[in-house]
């Protein structure tokens, strides 16, 4: 396998190395203190679980405490022994064993306790935040999703909130024992021998400099780490989400290949990652053992007794995990600094759909539709190639869809638009849901202007069969009842009827509990089409929008299926978009629609009579060009 050229994190230049180092350090506390107002929003989530917190805290200072009483333990240990010049009686030798074991018993508990409470406390956050991160992407409108990559946000949801999790149960429980413990045998060590513990110390503020510059380090390959995960994440989604086509095409070699590629990248910066973060214990140890060494020193050449020295030198050692824990701390509050920064920035996202304070609340629709000089661009935007994973997408491209629209759809009519691909006709089902709103214009229900709705209870009043048919992962019963939930099991039997999809559902050994499998995968698409459609007839609602609602089935069951729609379709506002003539026929009106505009209004006959393009969408249907109408 070929060596892969490594990428490096770029620093920032300056005038000599001192110079890098000072604009590194000044670059770094910059971005430290850009992320204080997320950290301190994150913090926000505690509130609600402060006196655990306390609780946690009060243990885990008891227990830095406790694991420092060691020290003085020990000295009266020593003491003992040289008081008694190794003769021993058996009643005070099992008598200094029991107190071992209840040592260790106090501090077992007391960190058990702590870590219980503070981890609790930490997963508690976390989960807290990935509810309100979910909750937010479901309140974001269409045009969001339409500019994102679904694994980047699947990664943003999942991945970010469990390395949060990791680093935020870490800082809990480090940020009280470990200070606890520093604290308690610095002072114990300082009342036994003051200038021997300074010697000992006085490295340890130089210890700070590395941790600080891999801090740096560990920030910005945490970024790098991040982007590299969801590109991971987007690839897996996206190939399992187009296993058909993958293995249709025999490609699946080459997606191995894409994707070792996309897993090695995010490997790379990962082990990176942990190699910065690793690297702060030993820079810590090795600089503060200098600091060490020369207190042993001055011990031994001071000629203290030999239980002092052995008590102030396991002090030493005890100092060595816990300023470890607390150099790591540091940079473990970097990484996520990063999370928290994404994280609210996600939440930060503004709808470009919202209600009104005001919005007026449909509670029965007549149906009654009308588009007014309507005119509406897509805004395509690009985030592929952005090199920051949370930058704002950029703006690529501007696609008119509709132009001047002015149309009027009448209740209890069927209506069927047509026309060429990219004329507009979806565009027209998407702003009657206000998916999207127009940038001019105005589009009405029962008089009022969609923006003056409450878009929920505007959605409530309208029936949608999409042509793409998602169903759940779930039975046949959960995905007709998505349409209403609450309804009868014979409400739903019923729509099923209607929709032609209980013929085949009798005909499976478990019948309406028959898990549909991912996306509807164990069925045909002409019976994910019938069950989308027994999902729209359940919901009963007055306008049905239907986007080739029998494109997946055969002449047969799109004939049943099609006489079902006429049937519930009376006294409702249907509008199809239609490519079959039988759908075309059976329209009240017919609308033709030509590069986002409105070419013609009629009847099959009058458009047969007068309009060109609908006599050549007709000619294509049934000549020997096959084209969609």
């Known amino acids: 396998?070929?060596?892969?050229?490594?990428?490096?994190?770029?620093?920032?230049?300056?005038?000599?190395?001192?110079?890098?180092?000072?604009?590194?350090?000044?670059?770094?506390?910059?971005?430290?203190?850009?992320?204080?107002?997320?950290?301190?929003?994150?913090?926000?989530?505690?509130?609600?679980?402060?006196?655990?917190?306390?609780?946690?805290?009060i243990l885990g200072s008891l227990y830095g405490s406790w694991v420092a009483a060691l020290?003085?333990?020990?000295?009266?240990?020593?003491?003992?022994?040289?008081?008694?010049?190794?003769?021993?009686?058996?009643?005070?030798?099992?008598?200094?064993?029991?107190?071992?074991?209840?040592?260790?018993?106090?501090?077992?508990?007391?960190?058990?306790?702590?870590?219980?409470?503070?981890?609790?406390?930490?997963?508690?956050?976390?989960?807290?935040?990935?509810?309100?991160?979910?909750?937010?992407?479901q309140k974001l409108s269409l045009d969001y999703f339409s500019n994102q990559k679904s694994g980047r946000l699947i990664f943003q949801v999942l991945q970010r909130t469990k390395t949060a999790q990791n680093a935020l149960t870490r800082i809990v429980h480090?940020?009280?024992?470990?200070?606890?413990?520093?604290?308690?045998?610095?002072?114990?060590?300082?009342?036994?021998?003051?200038?021997?513990?300074?010697?000992?110390?006085?490295?340890?503020?130089?210890?700070?400099?590395?941790?600080?510059?891999?801090?740096?380090?560990?920030?910005?390959?945490?970024?790098?780490?991040?982007?590299?995960?969801?590109?991971?994440?987007?690839?897996?989604?996206?190939?399992?989400?187009?296993i058909r086509t993958?293995?249709?095409?025999?490609?699946?070699?080459?997606?191995?290949?894409?994707?070792?590629?996309?897993?090695?990248?995010?490997?790379?910066?990962?082990?990176?990652?942990?190699?910065?973060?690793?690297m702060v214990g030993p820079c810590v140890e090795i600089l503060g053992s200098f600091g060490f060494a020369a207190a042993i020193i001055y011990g031994l050449v001071s000629k203290m007794q030999i239980s002092t020295l052995l008590m102030l030198a396991a002090g030493l050692f005890m100092l060595y995990e816990p300023f470890k824990r607390m150099s790591k701390l540091y940079v473990t509050l970097q990484r996520i600094s990063v999370m928290a920064e994404a994280m609210m920035g996600l939440l930060d996202v503004k709808p470009s759909i919202t209600n009104k304070p005001d919005a007026r609340v449909l509670q029965e629709a007549t149906g009654l539709i009308e588009f007014k000089n309507v005119t509406f661009t897509y805004i395509v935007k690009d985030t592929e190639h952005l090199d920051n994973l949370d930058a704002a997408p950029v703006e690529v491209e501007r696609r008119v869809a509709l132009r001047d629209v002015s149309l009027t759809f009448e209740p209890g009519k069927f209506y069927a638009l047509v026309g060429p691909s990219g004329a507009?006709?979806?565009?027209?089902?998407?702003?009657?849901?206000?998916?999207?709103?127009?940038?001019?214009?105005?589009?009405?229900?029962?008089?009022?202007?969609?923006?003056?709705?409450?878009?929920?209870?505007?959605?409530?009043q309208i029936g949608f069969v999409p042509q793409e048919v998602f169903l759940f992962?779930?039975?046949?019963?959960?995905?007709i009842l998505y349409g209403r939930p609450g309804a009868s099991s014979?409400?739903?039997?019923?729509?099923?009827k209607r929709a032609y999809a209980d013929e085949f559902i009798q005909m499976l050994p478990r019948e309406y509990e028959t898990v549909v499998g991912d996306k509807g995968c164990r069925f045909s698409g002409g019976q994910q089409q019938r069950l989308s459609l027994a999902r729209a007839f359940l919901k009963n609602a007055p306008v049905l929008l239907l986007d080739e609602a029998t494109s997946a089935l055969d002449a047969e069951?799109?004939?049943?299926?099609?006489?079902?729609?006429?049937?519930?379709?009376?006294?409702?506002?249907?509008?199809?978009?239609?490519?079959?003539?039988?759908?075309?026929?059976?329209?009240?009106?017919?609308?033709?629609?030509?590069?986002?505009?409105?070419?013609?209004?009629?009847?099959?006959?009058?458009?047969?009579?007068?309009?060109?393009?609908?006599?050549?969408?007709?000619?294509?249907?049934?000549?020997?060009?096959?084209?969609?109408?």
């Open 174 to 242: 480090d940020v009280v024992s470990a200070p606890m413990t520093i604290i308690t045998v610095i002072l114990l060590m300082s009342r036994t021998d003051l200038f021997f513990t300074a010697i000992a110390l006085s490295f340890v503020p130089i210890s700070i400099i590395p941790a600080v510059i891999l801090g740096f380090l560990v920030r910005a390959s945490g970024k790098s780490e991040e982007h590299a995960g969801a590109g991971t994440a987007n690839l897996l989604q996206e190939t399992l989400a187009g």
């Open 1 to 57: 396998m070929a060596k892969k050229k490594k990428n490096k994190i770029a620093l920032p230049e300056g005038k000599g190395p001192l110079g890098s180092v000072g604009s590194l350090l000044s670059r770094h506390f910059t971005d430290v203190a850009e992320s204080l107002p997320y950290l301190q929003r994150l913090g926000a989530y505690v509130l609600p679980y402060k006196w655990r917190l306390v609780a946690g805290v």
């Open 71 to 137: 020290l003085p333990a020990l000295k009266k240990t020593f003491e003992f022994f040289e008081a008694k010049k190794i003769n021993f009686e058996f009643p005070e030798l099992a008598g200094i064993a029991v107190l071992v074991p209840v040592y260790f018993l106090v501090r077992g508990v007391l960190g058990y306790l702590s870590s219980y409470l503070n981890l609790w406390v930490g997963m508690r956050v976390v989960l807290d935040l990935k509810i309100d991160l979910y909750d937010h992407l």
């Open 424 to 460: 507009g006709k979806s565009t027209i089902a998407s702003l009657i849901l206000r998916f999207w709103d127009p940038q001019q214009g105005q589009v009405l229900v029962d008089g009022h202007d969609v923006r003056d709705l409450d878009f929920n209870s505007l959605r409530r």
């Open 490 to 496: 014979e409400a739903v039997t019923t729509a099923a």
């Open 246 to 278: 993958v293995k249709s095409y025999a490609r699946g070699e080459d997606e191995s290949k894409r994707f070792q590629k996309e897993a090695y990248r995010e490997y790379g910066h990962s082990i990176r990652n942990r190699k910065y973060l690793e």
């Open 473 to 479: 992962h779930d039975t046949i019963m959960a995905n």
């Open 557 to 629: 069951s799109a004939s049943k299926v099609q006489i079902a729609i006429d049937k519930f379709a009376k006294g409702r506002t249907v509008i199809a978009i239609a490519h079959r003539l039988s759908t075309i026929e059976r329209a009240d009106q017919i609308i033709v629609m030509e590069k986002g505009r409105v070419a013609g209004v009629g009847t099959h006959q009058e458009l047969l009579a007068n309009s060109p393009l609908y006599q050549r969408l007709c000619a294509l249907q049934f000549g020997v060009v096959k084209e969609e109408v």
